[in-house]
């Protein structure tokens, strides 16, 4: 089993719509997870982090997390096409003080 | 606030070459991550550095090596570059003494190995 799996998509959406981006990890003793944003090419930029469960609200995005179910999602509202990008999701387990651990990411399309 | 910088932005080097380099993490950062991402793959854990000492290592071959400077600033050695070390390899840093781990990305080194 992976320690963090995420759909590879694409997720594709249409402007304006709400993106649902979902990440499960294995380690149930994690207690920090991020989400990072990489345009090809480029480096992953983070965008959000949370380290309790439930929501966790940024401008358009939102963060949740349920350690019982060990998910954690990030929402996107109003989806721009700008936002189209590959979304990764990092979690860092116990007992490794802070070696992110990544998902191998979903690619995230907005349609005009 | 200067970010995270790595150096080169871009570097080739022959098959069996070695290849330095280099990050500077954002001031007041002690620790620095290197992850290897090849073309199209996900980011793979190389190495991880706290003040000055190597604190975890990935699953990668001996000749990945690297250090932490006192100005906690990295580096990160190839030796006996092969085709398959071709990836963008970026850098991470984060101060783990205020309790919190968001870690930030330097632009990256994309090393061609030819």
Request: glycine fraction near 8%.
């Amino acid at each position: 089993q992976k320690e963090v799996e995420q759909n590879s998509g694409p997720l594709s959406v249409p402007e304006g719509a709400i993106a649902s981006l979902n990440c499960t990890y294995s380690d149930r003793g994690s207690q920090s997870f991020f989400w990072y944003r990489q345009y090809s090419g480029k480096s992953p930029e983070l965008i959000m982090f949370i380290y309790s469960n439930g929501d966790k609200e940024d401008g358009r995005f939102t963060a949740q997390l349920n350690k019982a179910s060990q998910y954690v999602s990030l929402l996107i509202r109003d989806s721009q096409p700008s936002d189209s990008a590959t979304y990764l999701c990092a979690v860092n387990p116990p007992g490794t003080a802070s070696k992110l651990t990544f998902g191998t990411g979903t690619r995230l399309q907005v349609t005009l | 606030e200067a970010g995270v910088t790595q150096s080169p932005t871009h570097l080739i080097k022959t098959r069996g070459q070695q290849a330095t380099l280099r990050c500077s993490p954002i001031s007041g950062h002690t620790s620095v991550y290197w992850y290897q991402q090849a073309l199209g793959l996900g980011l793979q854990f190389l190495l991880w550095y706290d003040e000055g000492e190597e604190r975890n290592r990935g699953n990668f071959p001996p000749r990945f090596s690297g250090r932490q400077f006192p100005n906690y600033s990295s580096e990160l050695n190839v030796n006996a570059l092969e085709l398959e070390d071709s990836a963008l390899y970026l850098c991470a840093s984060t101060d783990l003494r205020t309790g919190h781990t968001e870690a930030f990305f330097g632009q990256g080194t994309r090393l061609t190995v030819v």
